[in-house]
């Protein structure tokens, strides 16, 4: 089992921090603050913030903050990293001040996307009061949610997330553009949590660096009350309401500012990882999130 424990907090750019204010309190019902060397903190339980948007160039992802939830795992995985030749940089007081950690190191994948790795979070002892009456995200011991990231040199991606960092393969789609196309590769990965996934690698590129992120509430009524929010702030639909068939999510997806998706959902699955069986799934769906209207708003 992998020393990483959930997926802490993820990392996205912009060139207009007020985009992203507007769109976490008023669309996310999510709370606000400036993050200490500049950026913005967005918090969705007792955590400082689970999301901090930097301000830049170029609309994006950035990075993925894992949690290894200890000193020793920390430094286990930092030796395994060794061990395997791949290279990381210990994070410095500025970065650790940002991250509100004890200590954090930084390493890239295959093709470069950026991973935080780190342990000893801050709780700012400060409760969460959604703006939008939100009651509250699952989060706590299952970190965020989940990250979606490309990983177009598939084979090499896997290796290094599973013989690397640890993760464990849930399950995965073989996706078929065609009838008569390659298969386009997704495996979904779980860590120490029983989230079904917290990690996910799709046999492609992506321009903004990154698929999707989730974010799970307690009921259904919210996942509502967001579509309804988006639909009045004018937030571009990239999947309608749908439930997924390998992590019985119900769910929609909407865009960013930074450019990737963010899936909002309810009732995720929760695994014991000594019953479960890995397996190959054929559809991604049971009903709903038909992605077609997310291509038809960028075309």
């Known amino acids: 089992m992998t020393d990483i424990r959930a997926l802490s907090y993820c990392v996205a750019q912009i060139d207009n921090l007020d985009r992203w204010q507007r769109y976490a309190e008023d669309v996310l019902g999510m709370m606000t603050q400036p993050a200490p060397g500049g950026g913005l903190y967005?918090?969705?339980d007792d955590r400082p913030f689970r999301f901090l948007i930097v301000e830049g160039p170029t609309s994006c992802y950035l990075a993925s903050g894992w949690d290894t939830g200890s000193k020793p795992a920390f430094e286990r995985?930092?030796?395994?990293?060794?061990?395997?030749?791949?290279?990381y940089q210990r994070g410095d007081a500025a970065l650790r001040e940002q991250r509100k950690v004890q200590d954090i190191a930084v390493v890239r994948d295959p093709v470069g996307n950026c991973h935080e790795l780190s342990w000893g979070y801050l709780s700012d002892c400060q409760p969460f009061i959604?703006?939008?009456?939100?009651?509250?995200?699952?989060?706590?011991?299952?970190?965020?949610?989940?990250?979606?990231?490309?990983?177009?040199?598939?084979?090499?991606?896997?290796?290094?997330?599973?013989?690397?960092l640890g993760f464990e393969i849930?399950?995965?789609?073989?996706?078929?553009?065609?009838?008569?196309?390659?298969?386009?590769?997704?495996?979904?990965?779980?860590?120490?949590?029983?989230?079904?996934?917290?990690?996910?690698?799709?046999?492609?590129?992506?321009?903004?660096?990154?698929?999707?992120?989730?974010?799970?509430?307690?009921?259904?009524?919210?996942?509502?009350?967001?579509?309804?929010r988006l639909q009045a702030h004018g937030v571009p639909l990239s999947a309608t309401l749908g439930q997924h068939l390998n992590d019985r999510m119900t769910s929609f997806y909407m865009q960013t500012p930074s450019g990737f998706d963010l899936e909002y959902g309810y009732g995720g699955l929760l695994v014991d990882w000594?019953?479960?069986?890995?397996?190959?799934?054929?559809?991604?769906?049971?009903?709903?999130?038909?992605?077609?209207?997310?291509?038809?708003?960028g075309e």
Not at 186 to 202: D, K, Q, T
Request: proline share 8%.
């Open 170 to 228: 849930s399950d995965m789609f073989n996706f078929r553009p065609a009838p008569d196309a390659d298969p386009v590769r997704i495996h979904f990965m779980h860590c120490g949590n029983p989230r079904h996934h917290s990690l996910a690698i799709a046999e492609y590129p992506v321009p903004s660096n990154c698929v999707h992120v989730m974010v799970e509430v307690d009921s259904m009524t919210e996942v509502g009350r967001a579509h309804d």
């Open 42 to 44: 967005v918090k969705m």
């Open 130 to 164: 959604s703006p939008q009456g939100v009651p509250r995200f699952l989060t706590g011991d299952m970190g965020l949610g989940h990250t979606v990231l490309p990983a177009p040199q598939f084979d090499d991606c896997a290796a290094f997330y599973q013989d690397v």
């Open 274 to 297: 000594q019953q479960h069986s890995a397996f190959e799934f054929t559809r991604v769906s049971v009903w709903g999130h038909d992605f077609s209207v997310g291509q038809a708003q």
């Open 77 to 87: 995985l930092l030796a395994r990293l060794e061990a395997a030749g791949v290279e």
